[in-house]
């Protein structure tokens, strides 16, 4: 009795101090995030509750984390501007910077250039590393799909910058885990991740729509992606969506029209 209360005290006092460490009313600190994990990963087993407590600071506190870095990069940077004597000399200055910060990855923590400002974006797989054995085999597998998409976005500034090969691959994932959990909790999210691929297909971004404006014609490569798709994948979620798509591009000639948008309407508003 006397060595399990001593194990129950002892679990209770590590759980403390990781939700010490990741109270973002803290000072805001790298090595704790590590600490955390590190304690975290190494621990037998946490109650559910635990887990979902400890998993939603972690969150919250790598943000904050990712956030904190920006800034400093930001200062940084300013005080490379300061004695830069050129233009090649900031971009110089700002590679030396960005590769120095480069450290942080390791952290699932990834700082860049945007239009001029430095940026930070969490990466998934550091959470999904450290609360592996608390991840449903659904999310685990989830997971993987939001971290190709945060290691190669498939759509930066509403353009399309990924080959419509990897938006097809990256469908089929989401449409094998439709067909495999149908009715996971996290059915709606695979869902939501679906339609964001499919409408690549069918609708585009603003920079990269899916029908040309001279013309309203579909774009060759997606109309050959979409059947490409359809002959290798055809018992895919998504296949009969896209099947039915093409036959009406077919009755218009591969031409937008007023049929045409009400399908598509249809399609992303009925999820």
């Not at 939700?19 to 087993?45: F, T």
């Not at 990712?66 to 900031?90: F, G, K, P, Y």
């Not at 993987?144 to 097809?168: M, T």
């Not at 059915?187 to 409408?199: A, F, G, K, M, P």
Request: charged share 25%; aromatic share 10%.
């Amino acid at each position: 009795m006397l060595v399990l209360m001593v194990s129950c005290n002892a679990r209770q006092e590590r759980y403390e101090q990781a939700c010490h460490w990741l109270d973002v009313n803290n000072d805001i600190c790298i090595n704790n995030l590590d600490s955390a994990a590190e304690v975290i990963s190494a621990w037998p087993r946490l109650r559910k509750a635990q887990a979902n407590e400890l998993r939603e600071r972690f969150q919250t506190y790598q943000l904050a984390c990712a956030n904190n870095l920006a800034l400093v990069l930001e200062a940084r940077l300013d005080s490379a501007d300061q004695v830069a004597t050129s233009m090649q000399h900031i971009e110089a200055l700002e590679d030396t910077l960005l590769k120095e910060f480069q450290v942080y990855e390791r952290y699932g923590i990834s700082l860049f250039m945007f239009e001029g400002e430095p940026m930070a974006e969490v990466m998934p797989w550091y959470e999904t590393q450290t609360f592996k054995r608390y991840l449903s085999e659904c999310e685990r597998e989830l997971q993987k799909i939001f971290q190709r998409e945060a290691e190669k976005p498939s759509v930066i500034d509403e353009e399309v910058v990924v080959d419509y090969s990897v938006i097809s691959h990256r469908l089929f994932c989401c449409d094998m885990l439709m067909d495999k959990y149908p009715d996971d909790e996290l059915t709606d999210v695979i869902n939501e991740r679906r339609l964001n691929y499919l409408s690549l297909f069918m609708y585009g971004t603003d920079n990269t729509p899916a029908f040309n404006w001279n013309d309203g014609q579909l774009r060759n490569e997606i109309r050959g992606s979409i059947q490409r798709y359809i002959l290798k994948h055809p018992h895919a979620y998504s296949t009969p969506t896209l099947k039915e798509f093409i036959n009406l591009m077919r009755h218009s000639n591969f031409k937008r029209s007023g049929d045409v948008d009400i399908f598509i309407s249809k399609t992303f508003t009925l999820h």
